[in-house]
C-alpha cells in the first residue's frame, strides 16, 4: 500500500517544520513542507494530502498575540477548506503554535464565530516562556489515532499556552463532545497535577483538544522532538528504548491515514 | 520631542486582560514592586498592577475598520477586553497610570508586523510610511505619589535611552521621526588641522581614533590633495576600529623588553597553525571557524561555531543588546562560507552580584539583577523566535562587572563541505537582504571600542540597536534555499559598521560601486553616511553573478524578504559610494585595509605579592558545603534555562539540564544534529576571571583545560576538539592590562599545542571600562573559552548524574593545594594563593585514556570538578540522580600538603584541574583501572540509596560531613 501524503504547513517564524516532517516520514508517511503562502496564493495545492500539520514556532514573531496573525490570514484565505479536508475524511494536527494557529481558524468550534468562541490558549501562569519535559495523559477522546488512558512523556515549550474557557459551562460541553482529548499529568499518571507537572496553568490541565469530530487534533507539546531513544533526560533510567514516545505518535497517526485511504 | 511630521490624530487602542482572567504580567509586576519595597523598606501602596498593549492607529480609519482591526488581530474574544479611544479622545483615568513608548525612529517589531497584516487586510497601503506604533500602558491601583510612580516606572517599566516615560500624562508622541533636509556630499576639513584639532575632530565625529590614526588619515589625504567626505571618514572610523581590526592583538607590543609583533598570530594562531589539524576546514579568515563533523554524510557536513561579545549595547539596553548580541552571532553563522544553518546557541553573562546594595551601583548603570534579567529576556526573545535552541553558555558574578557586564553570544552551524568557501567576482551585483535601514546603531563599532562612561547612556542612545527575530528568521529561510540553488557567489553579515564594513569586507582585493539611495530606508531623511554606517539589524550582503540576480531575488521575495541591488563588485580597487547620481565617497581599498599604523604598546605583568591564606579547616564542614551550593556562582540557573527553548529542532540528547528530575547542571550539552549520522556533537565553556586576577597565564590553562573538561565527560572526542577565544579585557593602553593579556594569550598557544586542540575562531572586546568622575573601574581580565568536540557514537553519551546505589565512585586525576581565586576562598572571604594550573601532559593522557574507557561503556556517569571541586561535583552528582553517597578522603593519595592547608578541606574544595568523578559498576573497576593505567582513578567510595544522604569521611577515616538529599536541593535551589 502506498505512503499517505501528508503536509507539513509554515509560515513566516514557523521553526518546527524539519522535525516535523522527520516525524511523519519515520512514521511512514510523504511528507513535504509548503509556505503558506503558496496556499494563499492557490488553496487548492491544499487537496492531494490526507495529513495537513501546522508545525510549531513564532508565527510572525506572535507580535499582537500566539497565532494571531497567521490565523487570520487563514481564515481568509481557507475560508472553510480545512472543514472540507476533515470531511473527506483527512486529518489535521497543529503543534503548538499550530494549535494557537488553529484556534484562530475556529476549526475546534464550527459553530462558532472568531467572536463567540469558548476556547483559547493565553500566557502561561508563569508569565514567561517555559521549556521542560512534561507527561501526558489521554482522555475519553475521539481522536482516531490516540488511546484513552495512555500516559507518555513528551517536551514543552512554549509562553502562551495556557487552556482557558469562557466559562464552566462551555468546559462541561466541551467534554461531553469528548473534545477534551490530552491533559498534563504527574508522571505516575495518576493524580491532580501542579505546577511545573501541568507547566502552563491550563484549566482542567487540558494540554490538546479536537474539533466534534475527534480528526483535528491540536496540543502545546512537542512530540516530535522525542522520536529517538536519546533525546529524553531519563534515557538512561527508562531501559531500553527503540525510539521516543513522540514517534509513536506520529506513526500512529499515519497509519489511520492509511487505514483510512 | 521636536516637531512632528503632520499625522492626524490616531486612533488609539488599549487591551487588558478581562477582570475574571488574570493578568500575569501585572501579577509579575506586582511581585517586582514588593521585592523593591523590602529593599527600600518603604512601602508604596500599590494594591494591583495591570498592564494594558496600547496601539495608536492612523486617525484616517472608519470605526468599522478598527473594531475589525481589534477583533481579527489585537484582542482574544475570551481574555482580553479593548478599550477604544477616538482620535484625539484620551482615556478617562480611573487609577494611576504609568505609560511607556518608544522614542520616535527607535525600532518597533510588533508595530511592524502590525502594520504589514493591516497592508495585508488591505485597511493601509503597502509600503506606506509606518504610521503604527506601540505601548504599554501600565495602571496601578494605590495611593503612590507621582514622584514615586516615576521611580517606579524608570526602576521597573521604561529603558529611558530607548522609551519615553509618561506618568500623569497621556500625550503620546505619533509620527515619523523628523525628517532632515537632503544632504549629498559633505567635506571634512582635516588636512591643515594640528594635533589638538585632529584630536577634537576623532573625538565630536565620535570617529574613536587615536592621534596616530588621524596623523595617518591626513597624511593620506594631504597626498590625495583633497579633503576626506564624511563618508569616507566614517569608513575609515569603522574599518579601523579596534572592534573591527583587533588593532592591540595584531600590534606591536614590548612586554617587559621583549618585542611581540602580532600577539595573536604568534600565539593563538601559531598554535593552529602549528597543531596543522586535519578536521579544520576553515580558521580565523572567515566569520566563524569550519570543521569537519561527518565526512561520510550528504557528501562531507562540516560545523562552523562563533562567540561573539556584545558587552557595551548590553550594558545600557540589556534586552536589546543581548538580543541583537544572538542575533548577531547567528548572521556570523549565516555569513560563514556560503552559508551554514543554525543549529545551537550558546550564551554566557559576567554581571554584579544581584544582591547588590543600590548605593554601591556607579552613577549612570542599572543595577545587575536589571541587567540580568534583561539580557535573559533578551536571548529568550530572540533565540526562540529564531527556533534555535539555547544549549550551554553560564552565568558568572563579581561586583567587577557592576558598571561593564559582559556578554557572549555564540552560534553553532551545519555546513556541506562545497559551501565552506566564498569568492567575490568583478561584475558580481551587491545584493542587501533583508530588514530596512533607519537611524539606529549608528556608530556602534566605534562605541563599543571606547570606555563607557556615566553619559553612556545619553550619548550613545542612537548606538542602541532594537532586534527583530522574525526578520532574522526568514532571511535565514531564504539564505539556506539561495545557496542550495547555488544562486550567490559570496555572503556576510551587516553587523558592527553596518554595510561599510560588510562591502568594504567583501570588496577587499576588488573595488565596488554603491548607490545609497538604492537602500531601502525605514523612514526618509537619511543622510548619505547614516546609511552607510547605520547598524540596523537583520541584513546582510550577498555578491551575485548577474545572471542569477532574478532568480535570487525571487527566492527572498517567496519568503517575503525584501532583496535590493544596490550597485556592483569590481576589480578598480576602490570604493566609490553614490548618492543620486553624486560621487560622496571615493576610497583606495588597500589604504582602507591595510593603513592602520601599527603603534607600539608597553606591557608589564607583575604578579600580585598577597599571603596565601592556605585552606583552613572548617568549624562546621557540612553547612559549609550547603554554603557553597548556595553560591551564586554555583547554585542553579534553571530560572534562565527553563526560559529558553533547548530542544527546539529535536536534536537534544544531553540538555543544560541533566538528571531524574532535570534540576542538575550538565558538564557539556550534546546534540545529534543529522539523523543519517551517528556522530553527535559536544559543546562545553569555561571561564574565571578570579584565576586570572592571580595569575592570568595560569588562567588560561586551566579554563582550557575546564573547556576540554566539560566535552570529555560526556564523550566527546579529546582528539577531535576545536576552541574559540573570546578575550574581554580592561583598557590595554594601561600595560599591566595588556600584559595579562599577553600572559593569557601565550596560556592559550601552550595548551592548544599541548592538547593538540586547535583555536579556530575568536573575538576580542578590550577597552571593558567605566568612568565615573575621575575614577576608572575595570573589569577583572576575562577569558571564556568554548570547546566543540565530536562524539564518535550519540549511543555511548554519558552524563553527570549518578544512576545506581552501590556503583562506584572514582576519582580521576591529582589533587594538589590550589585554591588559588577559588569559590571557597571567595565564599570564605580569603584572597590569594596557587592558582590551580593543570600539569599539560597528565591532563592529555586523562582525557584520553577516559574517552577510550567510555567507548567500551565502563563509565555509569561522569561529572568534571570545577569550581567548588570534590565536594561540589559529588553532591550535584547525588542530587541528578537523585542518589546518596557515602566517600572516604582518607584513601585519596597525594603529596604532602604545605602548611596552612588542611588536608580535608584541601582535598574537597581544591581546584586542581584536570580531575573528574566516574561513576563505575563493582564488577568493572578492574578492567577500567587497568585501562587507565598510567592515571590516578582512586576508588574512594560508593553511591547509596537517597535516604542515605551524603556522607564523607575525612583524611583519618572519621565522620566530616553529613548532609541529606533534601539539604543539598535546598541550598541548589535557594535563590529561585
Redesign the interface.
Same mark, same amino acid.
Not at chain 2, 477583533?71 to 489585537?74: D, I, V
Not at chain 2, 482574544?76 to 481574555?79: E, G, K, L, S, Y
Not at chain 2, 539540564?657 to 531524574?660: A, E, H, I, R, T
Given at each position: 500500500m502506498s505512503r499517505p501524503k501528508a503536509l507539513v504547513l509554515r509560515s513566516t517564524g514557523t521553526n518546527c517544520q524539519d522535525e516535523t516532517q522527520r516525524a511523519l516520514a519515520r512514521g511512514g508517511a510523504d511528507a513535504e513542507i509548503l509556505h503558506t503562502n503558496r496556499v494563499i496564493e492557490d488553496p487548492s495545492r491544499l487537496d492531494p494530502y490526507s495529513i495537513l500539520v501546522f508545525a510549531g514556532g513564532f508565527s510572525f514573531g506572535d507580535d499582537l498575540g500566539a497565532g494571531r496573525v497567521w490565523g487570520a490570514q487563514l481564515r481568509h484565505a481557507l475560508g472553510d477548506r480545512l472543514q472540507r479536508h476533515l470531511e473527506r475524511g483527512g486529518l489535521v494536527l497543529g503543534v503548538c503554535n499550530g494549535f494557537q494557529v488553529l484556534m484562530e481558524t475556529g476549526i475546534f468550534e464550527p459553530d462558532k464565530t472568531p467572536a463567540t468562541r469558548d476556547m483559547a490558549l493565553y500566557a502561561n501562569a508563569s508569565g514567561h516562556y517555559e521549556c521542560r519535559w512534561v507527561h501526558l495523559k489521554t482522555l475519553n477522546t475521539l481522536c482516531p489515532w490516540l488511546t484513552p488512558g495512555e500516559c507518555f512523556p513528551v517536551p514543552m515549550a512554549h509562553g502562551e499556552g495556557r487552556f482557558v474557557v469562557r466559562n464552566l459551562a462551555a468546559m462541561e460541553t466541551l467534554a461531553a463532545a469528548r473534545q477534551l482529548a490530552l491533559a498534563y499529568t504527574p508522571p505516575s499518571g495518576e493524580g491532580e497535577p501542579s505546577y511545573p507537572d501541568n507547566p502552563n496553568g491550563s484549566m482542567g490541565h487540558i494540554a490538546g483538544v479536537t474539533d466534534p469530530s475527534g480528526r483535528a487534533l491540536g496540543l502545546m507539546p512537542h512530540p516530535e522532538r522525542n522520536l529517538d531513544p536519546w533525546n529524553h533526560p531519563e534515557a538512561a533510567w527508562l531501559g531500553r528504548r527503540s525510539e521516543g514516545e513522540g514517534a509513536r505518535f506520529y506513526a500512529r497517526m499515519v497509519e489511520v491515514a492509511k487505514a483510512e485511504a | 520631542m521636536g516637531p512632528q511630521t503632520g499625522a492626524a490624530a490616531p486612533w488609539r487602542i488599549e487591551i487588558f486582560r478581562k477582570p475574571e482572567?488574570?493578568d500575569?504580567?501585572g =501579577?509579575?509586576a506586582l511581585a517586582q514592586i514588593r521585592a523593591l519595597e523590602k529593599q527600600h523598606g518603604q512601602a508604596l501602596g500599590i494594591e494591583a498592577v495591570r498592564l494594558g498593549r496600547g496601539f495608536l492607529l492612523p486617525g484616517e480609519l472608519d470605526v468599522d475598520q478598527v473594531r475589525r482591526i481589534i477583533?481579527?488581530? &489585537?484582542a482574544?474574544?475570551?481574555?482580553d477586553e479593548a478599550h477604544t479611544f477616538e482620535p484625539g479622545q484620551a482615556p478617562v483615568r480611573e487609577r494611576q497610570r504609568v505609560l511607556v513608548a518608544r522614542k520616535p525612529g527607535v525600532m518597533d517589531?510588533?508595530a511592524q =508586523? &502590525?502594520e504589514?497584516?493591516l497592508a495585508? &487586510?488591505g485597511l493601509i497601503p503597502k509600503d506606506g510610511p509606518s504610521l503604527v506604533q506601540t505601548f504599554r500602558a501600565w495602571e496601578l491601583a494605590g495611593s503612590a505619589t507621582p514622584a514615586q510612580l516615576r521611580a517606579l516606572g524608570q526602576e521597573l517599566f521604561a529603558n529611558e535611552v530607548i522609551e519615553d516615560l509618561h506618568v500623569g500624562d497621556e500625550s503620546l508622541h505619533y509620527g515619523l521621526p523628523p525628517e532632515r533636509p537632503r544632504i549629498g556630499r559633505v567635506e571634512v576639513a582635516l588636512r591643515h588641522l594640528d594635533d589638538a584639532g585632529l584630536l577634537e575632530l576623532s573625538t565630536s565625529g565620535q570617529l574613536y581614533l587615536n592621534l596616530a590614526e588621524m596623523h595617518c588619515v591626513r597624511d593620506h589625504y594631504q597626498a590625495q590633495g583633497r579633503e576626506p567626505s564624511a563618508c569616507e571618514l566614517e569608513t575609515i572610523a569603522q574599518t579601523w576600529s579596534e572592534h573591527c581590526q583587533h588593532k592591540t592583538f595584531r600590534g606591536n607590543i614590548d612586554f617587559e623588553g621583549e618585542h611581540i609583533e602580532n600577539l595573536l598570530k604568534s600565539t593563538i594562531a601559531a598554535a593552529t597553525h602549528e597543531i596543522n589539524h586535519p578536521m579544520c576546514v576553515s580558521v580565523f579568515h572567515d566569520n566563524a571557524g569550519i570543521i569537519e563533523f561527518d565526512p561520510e554524510v550528504q557528501g562531507g557536513m562540516d560545523v562552523a561555531f562563533k562567540v561573539e561579545t556584545h558587552n557595551h549595547p548590553s550594558a545600557i539596553d540589556p534586552y536589546g543588546g543581548a538580543g541583537t548580541g544572538i542575533g548577531g552571532v547567528i548572521r556570523d553563522i549565516l555569513g560563514v562560507g556560503r552559508g551554514a544553518l543554525p543549529i545551537a546557541n550558546t550564551d554566557a553573562f559576567f554581571v554584579g552580584p544581584q544582591d547588590l546594595p543600590q548605593e554601591r551601583v556607579p552613577k549612570g548603570s542599572l543595577h545587575p539583577r536589571r541587567i540580568l534579567q534583561g539580557v535573559v529576556a533578551g536571548v529568550?526573545d530572540y533565540g526562540?523566535?529564531?527556533?534555535i535552541p539555547t544549549v550551554s553558555g553560564g552565568v558568572w558574578f563579581d561586583e567587577r562587572y557592576v558598571a561593564n557586564p559582559l556578554v557572549y553570544a555564540g552560534t553553532v552551524g551545519l555546513i556541506p563541505r562545497r559551501f565552506a568557501t566564498k569568492e567575490v567576482h568583478a561584475g558580481d551585483v551587491i545584493l542587501v537582504v533583508g530588514g530596512r535601514t533607519g537611524r539606529d546603531g549608528i556608530h556602534g563599532a566605534t562605541f563599543s571600542s571606547v570606555e563607557l562612561d556615566e553619559d553612556s547612556e545619553m550619548v550613545s542612545a542612537a548606538a542602541v540597536q532594537i532586534g527583530?527575530?522574525?526578520t532574522e528568521?526568514?532571511v535565514a529561510e531564504a539564505l539556506i534555499q539561495a545557496r542550495d540553488l547555488d544562486l550567490f557567489r559570496a555572503v556576510t553579515d551587516c553587523g558592527a559598521g553596518g554595510l561599510s564594513s560588510a562591502i568594504g569586507e567583501m570588496a577587499e582585493g576588488h573595488g565596488a560601486v554603491v548607490h545609497l539611495e538604492r537602500v531601502p530606508l525605514k523612514y526618509p531623511g537619511l543622510t548619505p553616511d547614516e546609511i552607510w554606517i547605520s547598524e540596523a539589524q537583520e541584513r546582510m550582503v550577498l555578491a551575485v553573478d548577474p545572471a542569477k540576480l532574478a532568480e535570487c531575488v525571487a527566492v527572498f521575495e517567496?519568503?517575503?524578504v525584501e532583496a535590493t541591488a544596490l550597485g556592483t563588485f569590481n576589480a578598480t580597487g576602490r570604493l566609490v559610494l553614490e548618492y543620486h547620481g553624486e560621487v560622496v565617497g571615493d576610497m583606495d581599498l588597500e589604504f582602507l585595509h591595510g593603513g592602520t599604523p601599527k603603534p607600539l604598546r608597553k606591557a608589564t605583568w607583575t604578579p600580585p605579592k598577597i599571603a596565601d591564606p592556605g585552606a583552613p579547616a572548617l568549624e562546621n564542614p557540612s553547612q559549609t558545603l550547603l554554603d557553597m551550593l548556595a553560591q551564586p556562582g554555583i547554585a542553579s540557573k534553571e530560572w534562565i534555562?527553563?526560559?529558553?527553548? #533547548?530542544?527546539?529542532?529535536?536534536a537534544?540528547?544531553? %540538555?543544560p539540564?541533566? %538528571?531524574?528530575h532535570?534540576n542538575a547542571p550538565s558538564d557539556g550539552t550534546v546534540l #545529534?544534529p543529522l539523523?543519517e549520522s551517528k556522530r553527535a556533537l559536544a559543546l562545553g565553556s569555561a571561564a574565571n576571571a578570579r584565576y586570572g586576577r592571580l595569575d592570568p597565564e595560569a588562567m588560561a590553562l586551566a579554563v582550557i583545560d575546564e573547556a576540554m573538561r566539560n566535552v570529555v565527560a560526556t564523550y566527546g572526542d579529546p582528539g577531535r576538539t576545536a576552541l574559540l577565544d573570546n578575550f574581554s579585557w580592561g583598557n590595554c593602553d594601561k600595560p599591566e592590562n595588556l600584559g595579562a593579556l599577553v600572559l593569557a594569550a601565550r596560556g592559550c598557544y601552550t595548551a592548544a599545542k599541548a592538547f593538540g586542540t586547535p583555536f579556530i575562531s575568536g573575538k576580542d572586546s578590550l577597552n571593558n571600562e567605566y568612568r565615573v568622575g575621575d575614577q576608572t573601574l575595570s573589569i577583572p581580565p576575562t577569558l571564556y573559552v568554548s570547546s566543540i568536540s565530536i562524539i564518535p557514537s550519540?549511543?555511548a553519551?554519558v552524563?553527570m548524574?549518578a544512576?545506581k546505589a552501590n556503583n562506584l565512585i572514582l576519582l580521576v586525576g591529582l589533587t594538589r593545594p590550589e585554591l588559588g581565586g577559588s569559590e571557597l576562598h571567595e565564599l570564605l572571604g580569603l584572597w590569594g594563593g596557587k592558582v590551580p594550573k593543570p600539569d599539560l601532559r597528565y591532563a592529555k593522557a586523562t582525557f584520553e585514556k577516559l574517552h577510550s574507557v567510555m567507548k567500551f561503556k565502563q563509565v555509569a556517569s561522569c561529572h568534571d570538578l570545577s569550581e567548588g571541586g570534590l565536594a561540589v561535583a559529588l553532591a550535584e552528582m547525588c542530587l541528578a540522580g537523585d542518589l546518596g553517597a557515602e566517600i572516604d578522603l582518607s584513601v585519596i593519595d597525594h603529596d604532602n600538603f604545605p602548611e596552612g592547608y588542611d588536608a580535608n578541606t584541601t582535598l574537597l574544595y581544591s581546584e586542581s584541574p584536570s580531575r573528574f568523578l566516574i561513576e563505575v559498576e563493582v564488577g568493572k573497576k578492574f578492567h577500567l583501572q587497568s585501562k587507565m593505567s598510567g592515571i590516578a582513578a582512586t576508588p574512594i567510595g560508593r553511591f547509596l540509596p537517597r535516604e542515605k544522604g551524603i556522607k564523607i569521611k575525612d583524611h583519618l577515616g572519621q565522620p566530616h560531613v553529613s548532609v541529606s538529599l533534601d539539604q543539598v536541593r535546598d541550598a541548589f535551589t535557594a535563590s529561585h
Open positions: - | 482572567f488574570d500575569p504580567e =501579577t509579575h477583533a481579527e488581530l &489585537l482574544d474574544p475570551v481574555v517589531p510588533v =508586523t &502590525l504589514r497584516s495585508q &487586510l529568550r526562540n523566535r529564531m527556533g527583530d527575530p522574525i528568521k526568514k517567496a519568503e517575503d534555562v527553563r526560559q529558553y527553548d #533547548h530542544n527546539v529542532q529535536g537534544a540528547v544531553i %540538555g539540564m541533566s %538528571g531524574v532535570h #545529534h539523523p550519540v549511543n553519551v552524563t548524574a544512576k
